[in-house]
Structure formats: structure tokens, C-alpha cells
């Protein structure tokens, strides 16, 4: 197959992880970066040239996909300006912060006719997949009622990073978009949602602006229900998704590192990760933070089970690129609609906090 070669719009944490995957994995090579104050030295490490400019980057003739990780706020312009230079992008999550944004976006690769796919990593790992299929093969029966929870506390910061303001993450609904695109993955796009969210705990100087608590009560086509709870603001912190059905119920244990199927008297279990020592890196880190609420920084060392997935959903990037269809199960990350549908129902949760009414999505 052709060599695809990328350019890695923001070098971070996790821009700058998928920019070193991509220069590895086969038939890839990252062309050149940009964005941060890490570009310098990413583009060095790499052996890559530096783009001191965004249009310089895309307008590169070598190069044919760009993947965008700078801050949310950020998204809309990088992936715009991607798309009308006929490049193929890939954007991290959440992909915008407003639906009207999201719509810009698609609307913009649609015309240009490249490939625009979303950064919803959760459905690269190995317990998410087993819990898709344990639904598909009926084991719980129909789904009916779940709860995403993730949660945990943060202590003040010395420096005040992009992602603790609303403007520029969206809050923690946004930036932690994961486990609202995995339910709705599983039960269907909600249909109407009920939201109380408030900062209680955290203002002043070394925190943001965004809300520590948010309590979500969502609705499902059919009459499937869910709740969410997220935020810094729970001293008790947990990570987890349960979804429960008329014949039996799963458990996806971020915390503990594992996944569980309850039928009857039985429960089967499963790794979380692909091999063993990815699940007890995992459930080591959970007893460093405060629950399900971290932030990777530049002195953070990326772990091994999520350096896994990082690769898989770029080995999937790149051979979408090179013209293969998607892994079953995986088309609503390239169609835009796993996408669109997490944003509207974040944006549904904020007007319905905002309004403190149900809201229709």
C-alpha cells in the first residue's frame, strides 16, 4: 500500500504521542507539526519539519492527512482549513463545542470529499468491544437503563490549564465526551435530556470556570433511560459504565480495570485492555488520582494500555485513507455521526442546565 504521510496539527500530550505513532506504525510517516511550544522539539525528535503556520501545514503537497489535537476551541478552524486543502483529518475529541460548529465542520470535508474522523478512542479497547458484542449477541437481553459515572476531585492548580475553562474545553461533559458517545453508541442518539450542574467546590484563584458537578438524566428512542454523573467536585471518585437489560446487566470497570457480563447466576469476565499488564498499569493509576478525572500534562509519561488504542485508531485512520472500508462497528466514527451526536446532546445538557428544563434533542 502508499505511504500516507500526515501533519499533526497541536504537539501535547496526546498530539504529540499520536505524531510518534504515526512516524512507527507501517506505511505512515508524519511530514511536518505544528502548533504549542513543544512543536520545536517534537519536529526534531521525529526528524520532521516544523509548519510556523497552520495554512503552511495544510497547503504541504506531501502531505495527505492532517490530524488535529490542539485545544477544543481550536478544532473548527484547523479542521475547516484541512478540509478546503483537500486533506483528509482526523480530529481529537470532543470535535467541537457547539452542534452549529460540528455541522461547519462535516459540511466542509463533505464538499471537499476527504474523510473526517472522529477521536472517540473508547472504541478501540478490548473490554468496549466485548461489551458491544456481548449486546449484539443478545446476552442481557434489551438494553434499558444505564449510568456512566466518572468522577473525582481536584485539588487548585499553580498554572490554570486551557482545560478547566468552559470556553475553550467545553467543561468536563465535553472534554470528557468518552463514556456519553459510548451509551449513546449502545442505546441509540438520546432523544431528550435533563441536566443540574453547578461549580461548588472549585472557584477562585488556581481553578477555571467549569462546572464540578453535572448530573445528567438522559432519554433513549424506545423509552430507554440513562444517567451520567461527571465532575471534579466528588471526593469519592469512581469510573465506570453499567448497563443494564431484560436478561442481564454489564459492567465496564474502568477503575478495576476489567468488564463484567451478570446473567442470572452467572458472571463472566473479561480484560478491559489487550493483555494483562495493560489492566494492572491501569487500575495502579486509578489509586494516584482522586477517580476518573485526569489530565495528562508535559512531564506525564504516556501510559502503555492507552499508547495501544492510540495506535489502533491510527493504523484505522491511515487505512481509511488508503481507501479500506472500517472495522464493523466502527462507521459512525467516519460518517460524522458519533460525532454530531455527542455534541448535540452535551450542548441539549447545557441549554437544559442553563434553562433548568428538559430539553429536546
Not at 93 to 108: E, F, G, Q, R
Not at 172 to 181: G, K
Request: hydrophobic residues 40%; contains cysteine; proline residues 2%.
Amino acid at each position: 500500500m502508499k505511504k500516507v504521510t500526515f501533519g499533526v496539527v497541536g504537539c501535547g500530550y496526546f498530539g504529540g504521542e499520536l505524531a510518534r505513532i504515526l512516524n512507527r506504525i507501517e506505511n505512515s510517516r508524519v511530514a511536518a507539526v505544528h502548533g504549542g511550544t513543544r512543536a520545536k522539539a517534537l519536529a526534531e525528535e521525529l526528524g520532521c519539519e516544523e509548519a510556523a503556520e497552520l495554512e503552511e501545514l495544510v497547503l504541504r503537497e506531501d502531505i495527505d492527512a492532517i490530524v488535529v489535537a490542539n485545544p477544543s476551541h481550536l478544532h473548527k478552524d484547523s479542521v475547516i482549513q484541512a478540509a478546503r486543502a483537500g486533506k483528509h483529518v482526523f480530529c481529537e475529541k470532543p470535535v467541537a463545542l457547539s452542534l452549529h460548529d460540528c455541522d461547519d465542520m462535516m459540511a466542509a470535508c463533505r464538499e471537499s470529499g476527504v474523510l473526517f474522523m472522529v477521536g472517540h478512542i473508547m472504541h478501540f479497547m478490548n473490554g468496549v468491544k466485548q461489551v458491544k458484542q456481548w449486546i449484539a449477541d443478545g446476552e442481557i437481553g434489551r438494553p434499558i437503563v444505564c449510568h456512566a459515572e466518572r468522577t473525582g476531585w481536584e485539588e487548585r492548580q499553580q498554572t490554570v490549564s486551557w482545560k478547566k475553562n468552559q470556553a475553550t474545553s467545553g467543561g468536563h461533559l465535553f472534554h470528557h465526551i468518552h463514556e456519553l458517545d459510548f451509551l449513546q453508541s449502545i442505546m441509540g442518539p438520546a432523544v431528550a435530556v435533563t441536566m443540574a450542574s453547578g461549580n461548588l467546590a472549585h472557584q477562585g484563584d488556581g481553578f477555571g470556570d467549569e462546572d464540578d458537578v453535572l448530573l445528567l438524566t438522559l432519554e433513549f428512542p424506545g423509552g430507554a433511560l440513562g444517567t451520567m454523573q461527571y465532575g471534579s467536585g466528588f471526593r469519592w471518585g469512581e469510573h465506570f459504565v453499567k448497563i443494564n437489560g431484560t436478561e442481564g446487566a454489564i459492567l465496564l470497570d474502568m477503575t478495576n480495570s476489567k468488564v463484567q457480563l451478570k446473567k442470572g447466576n452467572q458472571l463472566i469476565e473479561s480484560m478491559l485492555n489487550y493483555t494483562e499488564e495493560e489492566d494492572q498499569e491501569r487500575a495502579q493509576s486509578y489509586r494516584k488520582v482522586d477517580g476518573g478525572v485526569a489530565y495528562g500534562t508535559a512531564a506525564s509519561p504516556m501510559p502503555g494500555w492507552l499508547s495501544t488504542v492510540m495506535k489502533l485508531e491510527m493504523e484505522a485512520f491511515r487505512d481509511a485513507v488508503q481507501g479500506k472500508q472500517p472495522e464493523a462497528g466502527l462507521d459512525m466514527l467516519f460518517d460524522g455521526s458519533a460525532g454530531r451526536s455527542s455534541i448535540a446532546t452535551a450542548e441539549a445538557a447545557l441549554e437544559s442546565a442553563r434553562t433548568k428544563k428538559r430539553v429536546l434533542i
